[in-house]
Nanobody, 128 residues
Framework: QVQLVESGGGLVQAGGSLRLSCSDSGRTSGRTISNNGMAWFRQASGKEREFVASISWNGGNTDTADSVKGRFTITRDRAKNTMYLQMNSLKSEDTAVYYC?????????????????WGQGTQVTVSS
């Protein structure tokens, strides 16, 4: 089974950086992490969950939302069953709970319906 756990969130000042990690602690889910697309979504208080970035099964293709393009970078380490989100030049608008997800497909997408596996989320708060 897939058991996703996010880490790395916290409180930072505007302009600062954070790196989020998402690891699969499932006993037999390493194959799923290695062969499926993954993504980061975020949900600010009172708002809908929105797409942030996705990455293909082999890390060869990535997609990032316009709101974070040029500031956030998504990567993955298949050997460690871990996905990362490097967040630079953080803004107050980035404040949200960030969730990692594993796709049912081999590549990433922007639709929440493509992701059957989700972590519990990690809070990112950016102060002005």
């Amino acid at each position: 089974q897939v058991q996703l756990v996010e880490s790395g969130g916290g409180l930072v000042q505007a302009g600062g950086s954070l790196r989020l990690s998402c690891s699969d602690s499932g006993r037999t889910s390493g194959r799923t992490i290695s062969n499926n697309g993954m993504a980061w979504f975020r949900q600010a208080s009172g708002k809908e969950r929105e797409f942030v970035a996705s990455i293909s099964w082999n890390g060869g293709n990535t997609d990032t939302a316009d709101s974070v393009k040029g500031r956030f970078t998504i990567t993955r380490d298949r050997a460690k069953n871990t996905m990362y989100l490097q967040m630079n030049s953080l803004k107050s608008e980035d404040t949200a709970v960030y969730y990692c997800a594993v796709s049912r497909k081999a590549y990433g997408s922007r639709g929440r319906e493509d992701y059957p596996y989700w972590g519990q989320g990690t809070q990112v708060t950016v102060s002005s």
